[in-house]
């Protein structure tokens, strides 16, 4: 399953990115979709995810009131709209796609895994 992230790129501290999740319909239609963030030498972490219907959204609370989950089953695309970006946002972003159409904030709630995008929020 391919999904394709993108979006990510070098901002400085205070601003906005926004990271894009293509995902094939047949793989993310029914399902609920996550973001997730890695550092070096460090586990992956939940930031956000949102249900099949976007009806239902959570964050982890280091981003909770700057970062927004959206998506648009139109498009078959998640979205994660990315603002105040503080230099410890600094990651590659994963997204993914839920076992069903909740998902939770486990790595094992997900069934599939985009490549990543990197993310850099400069001082």
């Known amino acids: 399953v391919q999904l394709q992230a993108s979006g990510g790129g070098l901002v400085q501290a205070g601003g906005s990115l926004r990271l894009s999740c293509a995902c094939p319909?047949?793989?993310?239609?029914?399902?609920?979709m996550g973001w997730f963030r890695q550092t070096p030498g460090k586990e992956r972490e939940f930031v956000a995810r949102?249900?099949?219907?976007?009806?239902?959204?959570s964050y982890s609370d280091t981003v909770k009131g700057r970062f927004t989950i959206s998506r648009d089953n139109a498009k078959n695309t998640v979205y994660l709209q990315m603002n105040s970006l503080k230099p410890e946002d600094t990651a590659v972003y994963y997204c993914?796609?839920?076992?069903?159409?909740?998902?939770?904030?486990?790595?094992?709630?997900?069934?599939?895994w985009g490549q990543g995008t990197q993310v850099t929020v400069s001082s």
């Open positions: 993914a796609v839920a076992r069903g159409m909740y998902s939770g904030n486990s790595m094992t709630s997900y069934a599939y």
């Open positions: 319909k047949r793989t993310c239609s029914n399902n609920g």
């Open positions: 949102i249900s099949r219907s976007g009806d239902s959204t």
